[in-house]
Each structure stands twice: as C-alpha cells, then as structure tokens.
C-alpha cells in the first residue's frame, strides 16, 4: 500500500509537539488536513468484560462467513477518495483513513480472495491528539490479531477497547495527550460491510439511489444512551453527558473526571455495529463526521453525492464537493468526508414511472420530506 500523507501546518501538530508515532505510516494512505483538499484514495486480543454485552446488529437476515462470501457473483470493485476541512473553527480536529488494499501481503491464517479494505473516520475534541491516535492504532490493533478477518465482530469490538486504553496509558506519559474523539470504522472483506462507530459520526450506504443508515448517532439525549449513562453513575444537562460533552461514545477523555473507569463509566467506548452483504445494487458509502450531518440530512446527502458521481466518477472529487457544498450551508465545525465506491462504473440512472398526476415536488424533495417525517417518528 502506498503512503499518501499530507499534513498542513494550520490547525495540526507541528514537529516539535508531543505526537503518537504512527506505526503504519509506510502502508496506509492518510489524510490529515485542515485546507479543502481531496484524497484519492500475532497475537490475540483478549475481550475485556465491558465488551461482553457488545450487541451486533445485523442489517442483513442472515450473514454468510467469508468463506462464502467470496462465492457470490457479486464482489465490490473498492475505490475511495476523502476531504477535511477546518470550516470555521480556529483549530482542526478531524482525522482520516482510506486503505483500499487492507490484506496486500497476508499470510494463510487471514487470506482472503477479493476485496479488503478499511476507512475510517475520527472526529476530534479538547485537542487533536486523540483523533490521531486513534487514526494510526485501531486498524493495527485489528489486523494484527490472528483470527482476522473470521471473528470480524469480536475483533473490532476489542480493537476500540485496545485503542482506548492505550491511548489511556500514552496520556499517563504525555498529560499534553488528554483528549478525546469520536470513531466511525468501516470494513469491507470480501462482500462484507462492517460499520463500527463510537460517537455522532455516520456511515451512509447507498443502495440504488436509497439512504440506509450503518450507524446511529450517540447523543446523550437518545433514550438508550440516556439509560446507561445513568445506570453507569452518570447525567444527562442541558443534552450534554454530565454537562460537559455531547456525545455519549468516545475513545480518550481520561481526563475528565467522572466520564471513564477501567471497568465502564458514563462515557462508553464500546462501538455498535451494523454489517450487510454487499450486492450490485450497493453503488457507494459516505462517513462523515457530525459537521456534515448538521446540514445534510442521510437521504440529501445520498442524493446530492450520486449526482455528483454521475457526473465525474471520482469518490475523492465528490468528497471534496460535499466538504464545499456543507461549507456553503454554514456548517460551524469540522469538516471530514470519505466516499467510498463499490464499483467502477458511475450510478446509474434511475428511470421512474411517469406519474398520472402532476406532482410540485420533484422525487428528491419527496424523498427529503420523507426522510424528514422518519426522522420525527424515531
């Protein structure tokens, strides 16, 4: 895998800060930046009890192992592309990810005959570091285990759980390291798509022109994080966990009193995840930090990007114009974007039934409406 890393002075860490080092910065493609720029794109882990009651939502009703997996006539054709931004913020705190080519030169214990790839996005806060740290260990952590990719739900699960203490034991050297970030992670092994998120980030997955949400936001305020923040010690002020954050996930924040312990802790940072066996009808994925989702809604977004790659074919161009388009909306925070394609040819057009009755609304502002009113029902 080539390395394709550019870092940009405003808003990131220069040279001479404290910096975790990055153990794979000769293999993965990285993006950190704080100006518009688009990117093209053994041991064993021992799960640690507060992940036991990780619970796996399966999208699909039936998830084949990746041995069969690979037996479909259908297997994505990965290509990615991504965009940061520090929008109107003084300072950049989102990270990056896109590896198209996660398994080059695997060994017998974890081949697999098609695609893998891994992309990821981590929104920082109270600092960069922990968005960083994240960004360079969690996908070491799960390629490094010897039964990737056959225990793929147990091995992320304790992935973010690794990342997190050791980020944890990295602030108990460097006090400058405390900080905290959200983490959104998606994989793709052969026809498989994992999405694993710990905070407010989203995963969207376009199925024929359709938004289909991988990952639900963790705010404070949602009834299920409401109810283990409390049963954790915790409370919900003013929508914010403790009245300190708004997020109720997060990898870091060791130094804030009263959000973590080694055992659990208000602030969790157990991920879900949601999988799905991909078919010729899946045409892209969009992660996106929070910055984005405030002003775009999933099915928008979806609808927005697929003009966009119908005109150009190029997940790192379309990045770039949602990066622009969430810019021209007023979004006030950081902006992070990846795109990833699962095929080569751009989305088709999609040739709806002449309606009998004139119609004021055009199918995209129906569908936005509709979005809206499933949005009020949740």
């Not at 998606?186 to 938004?211: S, T």
Request: charged residues 25%; proline residues 6%; glycine residues 8%.
């Amino acid at each position: 895998m080539e390395e394709n890393e550019q870092h940009k002075s405003s808003g990131l860490m220069s040279s001479g800060e404290s910096r975790p080092p990055n153990p794979f910065a000769a293999e993965y493609r990285q993006c950190l930046s704080t100006d518009r720029e688009a990117a093209p794109s053994k041991r064993s882990l021992v799960r640690h009890p507060s992940l036991m009651k990780t619970k796996v939502s399966e999208v699909s009703s039936e998830p084949e192992p990746f041995t069969e997996d690979c037996k479909s006539e259908f297997l994505p054709n990965l290509r990615s592309g991504a965009c940061a931004d520090i929008g109107f913020r003084s300072s950049m705190e989102d990270a990056y990810l896109c590896v198209d080519n996660f398994l080059p030169n695997s060994g017998p214990k974890n081949h697999i005959d098609g695609p893998s790839g891994f992309y990821g996005v981590f929104d920082g806060h109270g600092g960069k570091h922990a968005a960083d740290f994240a960004c360079h260990h969690l996908p070491k952590f799960i390629v490094e285990d010897e039964s990737f990719p056959s225990d793929i739900e147990r091995i992320v699960a304790s992935a973010f759980w690794q990342t997190d203490n050791a980020f944890a034991e990295a602030c108990s050297l460097d006090a400058n390291l405390a900080s905290g970030t959200t983490a959104l992670a998606a994989l793709v092994i052969g026809r498989l798509l994992l999405v694993a998120n710990a905070g407010d980030c989203r995963a969207v997955l376009c199925r024929r022109g359709k938004a289909i949400e991988m990952s639900r936001d963790h705010k404070p305020t949602h009834s299920k994080e409401k109810k283990r923040i409390e049963a954790s010690g915790g409370y919900v002020y003013d929508g914010y966990l403790n009245g300190l954050l708004n997020v109720a996930r997060a990898l870091g924040d060791w130094h804030m009193e009263g959000m973590k312990v080694r055992d659990g802790g208000p602030l969790s940072a157990e991920p879900e995840l949601m999988t799905r066996n991909l078919t010729e009808e899946d045409e892209f994925l969009i992660m996106g930090c929070d910055g984005i989702w405030d002003v775009f809604r999933s099915q928008n977004a979806v609808d927005f990007a697929r003009r966009r790659l119908q005109e150009h074919n190029d997940p790192a161009r379309c990045s770039k114009d949602l990066v622009d388009e969430a810019l021209k909306r007023k979004s006030g925070d950081n902006l992070a974007v990846v795109v990833v394609c699962f095929q080569q040819q751009p989305p088709p057009n999609l040739v709806a039934p002449r309606s009998r009755v004139h119609r004021s609304f055009s199918a995209e502002g129906l569908r936005e409406l509709q979005s809206f009113l499933d949005s009020l029902s949740k």
